[in-house]
């Protein structure tokens, strides 16, 4: 085999691990589309159940009001509970009339709610006709009593049953989120070994190819441009998908059996915003695969805020966890020409560095800003966290596998690539620093 034939072999495989991600996101995607339907349906009939509850209430409280009184004011309680309890009832039967087993339930109130309106009315004439103290003897009976407390008592079966599916669809929308992320986590870590396993084949090929010495010019470069293309992939990989990972893990941590419906969407939406970025951004990635030789990576025109918002939307579980507070303020300049890529990252790293290494004293506080100096676009990034000293630690600032904090996460990559990324492009990036008040990085674009 030659070696093109190794490397197409190897992408073709990369390909077909990605449309099987595709399809997997795109199936759990679908069920959890099914059960926020389902949960709105169960929703929507709790509240009608809940009007139906407060009609049935109404009609007792205007048959009660004119069987003490004998004011006609009270029969307008009465007519109007009667009304709007047909309506919600034929409302419960159109939203399940596929489903025997809540119409059974739905013909069992109704039957109640006529029982209801009979004694209410029987009531209401035995006061008009035979006077007050008939219609009390058949208030003091209590058979309408016992009839409402029926009413309220099947009402709260049918509404604590809705409640159940609405638990149940809520855990099934978690574990589908879970899948999916455990699918993709699969499908970084194939993607990687594949990588890899494509690699060392087309060095020992190369190694036997450049025996030829007509060739050996030309293999000698492919192979430093396949060499930097797969080391800046996992270097980026390794350290860009990472914080999103934790976030959802932070995320799903956020919410446990006692937690309220309200929380369980919150919870969603934040996961499904960085289950999006996190799929753009490995988008991306791929994108740096397929560059060819001697291609440059394309500037783009870039709206500053829509990549904080991604940013921040990727961090939200750190951001959570840490009160963090950050604002940005990008009027100066609103966008940049820049590789999106690239552009995305030096966010991420320098945000994703101010969260991780904050005070434990104090809750973090973020200022993204940019300013425009003599033609130059300049980012700056403010927090007031644990600090850097400088005049110990400022000559290896941006080195490679530099940490100077104990950090789990710390690895040394991001500042270094940050760095790499900005001068490869003619920037710069300089850092102010004192211990225990704060770092700002500033970013100067070509």
């Known amino acids: ?120 009315q029987l009531t209401i004439d035995t006061r008009k006709n035979l006077g007050l103290v008939e219609a009390s003897k058949l208030v003091e009976i209590g058979r309408g009593k016992e009839v409402m407390d029926s009413i309220r008592k099947i009402v709260a079966d049918f509404q604590q049953t809705q409640i159940n599916l609405l638990s149940q669809k809520l855990i099934e929308t978690d574990e589908n989120i879970k899948k999916r992320n455990f699918v993709f986590l699969v499908f970084v870590f194939l993607t990687v070994v594949i990588i890899f396993v494509a690699y060392k084949v087309i060095r020992k090929t190369a190694d036997k190819t450049i025996q030829k010495e007509e060739i050996q010019a030309d293999l000698i470069t492919e192979l430093s441009i396949q060499n930097n293309q797969m080391n800046d992939f996992a270097s980026i990989t390794s350290h860009n998908l990472r914080s999103p990972a934790a976030n959802i893990t932070s995320l799903v941590s956020m919410v446990d059996e006692n937690s309220k419906l309200e929380d369980y969407k919150k919870i969603f939406e934040m996961l499904k915003k960085v289950s999006i970025n996190l799929n753009e951004t490995l988008n991306h990635l791929l994108e740096i695969l397929s560059i060819k030789k001697n291609k440059i990576i394309e500037k783009e025109i870039i709206i500053l805020d829509e990549i904080f918002i991604k940013t921040t939307e990727t961090l939200q579980g750190e951001i959570l966890i840490s009160e963090a507070e950050i604002e940005a303020d990008f009027k100066t300049a609103p966008q940049i020409e820049f590789p999106r890529i690239y552009i995305e990252s030096i966010f991420h790293n320098l945000i994703s560095n101010a969260l991780k290494y904050r005070s434990p004293d104090r809750k973090p506080k973020i200022t993204v800003r ?77």
Not at 7 to 31: E, G, K, P
Not at 41 to 69: C, F, M, P, Q
Not at 409 to 430: C, H, P, R, V, Y
């Open 370 to 446: 940019t300013e425009v100096k003599e033609n130059q676009i300049l980012l700056s990034v403010k927090d007031n966290g644990l600090g850097i000293d400088l005049v110990k630690h400022g000559s290896k600032m941006f080195g490679m596998h530099k940490v100077f904090h104990k950090h789990p996460d710390a690895n040394g990559i991001g500042l270094f690539m940050t760095k790499a990324q900005i001068e490869s492009l003619g920037g710069k990036i300089t850092v102010k620093s004192e211990v225990d008040s704060g770092t700002t990085f500033t970013v100067v674009f070509n």
């Open 1 to 120: 085999m030659t070696l093109r034939n190794k490397i197409d072999i190897a992408f073709f495989v990369v390909s077909l691990v990605f449309i099987f991600l595709i399809y997997s996101t795109y199936t759990r995607a679908q069920l959890v589309k099914e059960n926020r339907e389902i949960i709105y349906h169960t929703s929507s009939v709790n509240n009608i159940l809940e009007k139906v509850l407060t009609s049935s209430i109404d009609i007792e409280t205007g048959t009660r009001g004119y069987a003490i009184t004998g004011k006609e004011n009270y029969l307008e309680a009465f007519t109007s509970g009667s009304k709007k309890i047909d309506v919600w009832m034929d409302s419960l039967r159109s939203m399940n009339d596929t489903n025997q087993e809540q119409l059974k339930k739905l013909d069992s109130i109704e039957h109640l709610i006529n029982s209801k309106k009979r004694i209410s």
